[in-house]
C-alpha cells in the first residue's frame, strides 16, 4: 500500500543552526504534501504545505522542497530556535485525495 | 471560537467494554477523520468522512465504527475493544478532502486494560 518514510526519527540541533527532515512517498500519483507540527502534549497543527505543481515554497524561516520524480520532498528550518523543538509529521495524500498517509515523525531539538 | 472538541480526553476502561469517543466541529467542514497515533508509528488513519452519510475506510479501521448523521459530529465506537487499541486517538476536519488544512482536536488518551 502507500507509504511515506521520514528520516530522521530524531535531529538534535544548536539554536541558529538549519535543520532539515526528508521524506519520500510511494504513490507517484499523490499531489498535496502537509507538514504538521507537534509540540508536546499538544495536538498537530499544519505549518506549511505544499502542491505538486510547486517545486518550492517559503514561509519566513520554513521551507518545503519538492522532487516529483524522485518521489520526496524536504522541511527546511532556517536560523531555529527553542520553541521550534517538537515532533515534525509529513503527509503525503494518494490517488483519490481523501486519505492522509503520514511519516513516523521527527523529534526536533534545539538546544539553546 | 473555530474548533474541534473531543471527549473524553482520558479513558481507561476493559477489554470487550464498548464506548464512543466523540468529536464535533463548528466550522462547518464537510471532510472529517479519526487517527490513532502509536510511538514511532505517527498518525495512521481510521475512518474519514467526505460528507454527511458517507464515510470509508483508513489504513486502520478493524475494530472500530464510526457515523456521521450530522454535519459536525463525527463519533468513534469501539465495540468490543482490546488492549491493542490503548493508543491516543485525533479526530480531525476540513473544508473539503484532505488538500486543505486539517485541523486537529485536542486528542483522547485511551487505555484497554
Known amino acids: 500500500g502507500e507509504n511515506v518514510e521520514q528520516h530522521p526519527s530524531t535531529l538534535s540541533v544548536q539554536e541558529g543552526d538549519s535543520a532539515v527532515i526528508k521524506c519520500t512517498y510511494s504513490d507517484s500519483a499523490s499531489n498535496y504534501f502537509p507538514w504538521y507540527k507537534q509540540e508536546l502534549g499538544k495536538r498537530p497543527q499544519l505549518i506549511i504545505d505544499i502542491r505538486s505543481n510547486v517545486g518550492e515554497k517559503k514561509d519566513q524561516r520554513i521551507a518545503v522542497t519538492l522532487n516529483k520524480t524522485a518521489k520526496h520532498f524536504s522541511l527546511h528550518i532556517t536560523e531555529t530556535q527553542p520553541e521550534d523543538s517538537a515532533v515534525y509529521f509529513c503527509?503525503?495524500?494518494?490517488?483519490?485525495?481523501?486519505?492522509?498517509?503520514f511519516g513516523a515523525g521527527t523529534r526536533l531539538f534545539v538546544k539553546a | 471560537e473555530a474548533q474541534v472538541t473531543q471527549n473524553p480526553r482520558y479513558l481507561i476502561t476493559v477489554t470487550g467494554k464498548k464506548l464512543t469517543v466523540t468529536c464535533s466541529q463548528n466550522m462547518n467542514h464537510e471532510y472529517m477523520s479519526w487517527y490513532r497515533q502509536d510511538p514511532g508509528l505517527g498518525l495512521r488513519q481510521i475512518y474519514y468522512s467526505m460528507n454527511v452519510e458517507v464515510t470509508d475506510k483508513g489504513d486502520v479501521p478493524e475494530g472500530y465504527k464510526v457515523s456521521r448523521k450530522e454535519k459536525r459530529n463525527f463519533p468513534l465506537i469501539l465495540e468490543s475493544p482490546s488492549p491493542n487499541q490503548t493508543s491516543l486517538y485525533f479526530c480531525a476536519s476540513s473544508w473539503q478532502g484532505v488538500e486543505n488544512t486539517q485541523y486537529f482536536g485536542p486528542g483522547t488518551r485511551l487505555t484497554v486494560l
Open positions: 503527509a503525503a495524500t494518494p490517488t483519490g485525495g481523501f486519505k492522509t498517509i
